[in-house]
């Protein structure tokens, strides 16, 4: 079995940065991707930002670009975001997950972190 738990949400006002981190627990997790998104109240989940495992290649959302930087650290096994100047737009219930093969659905998924920005 398979556990990812994110951590790092919070209260924060406009302009401020969160880092969130999610770490694999159990087995050995062996990736192609790890991905975070993200769901707003009433919303519906939307993709923030993916890593490729081995190449470390990166993808955001439009909505993040420039301010948003995902990472991942293989020898412990996590991956982050880093979360700068943010916008109450940003508040919503962020998920990690793990993708097993390129192009492939996101099979993992942890239990969501809140971040909320207020203005």
């Known amino acids: 079995q398979v556990q990812l738990v994110e951590s790092g949400g919070g209260l924060v006002q406009t302009g401020d940065s969160l880092r969130l981190s999610c770490a694999a627990s159990g087995r050995t997790l062996s990736t192609s991707a790890r991905g975070w998104f993200r769901q707003a109240p009433g919303k519906e989940r939307e993709f923030v930002a993916r890593?490729?495992?081995?190449?470390?290649?990166?993808y955001y959302a439009d909505s993040v670009q420039g301010r948003f930087t995902i990472s991942r650290d293989k020898a412990k096994d996590t991956v982050s975001l880093q979360m700068n100047s943010l916008k109450p737009e940003d508040t919503a219930v962020y998920y990690c997950?793990?993708?097993?093969?390129?192009?492939?659905?996101?099979?993992?998924w942890g239990q969501g972190t809140q971040v909320t920005v207020s203005s």
């Open positions: 890593i490729r495992w081995n190449s470390g290649s990166t």
């Open positions: 997950a793990a993708q097993l093969v390129p192009g492939s659905e996101f099979t993992y």
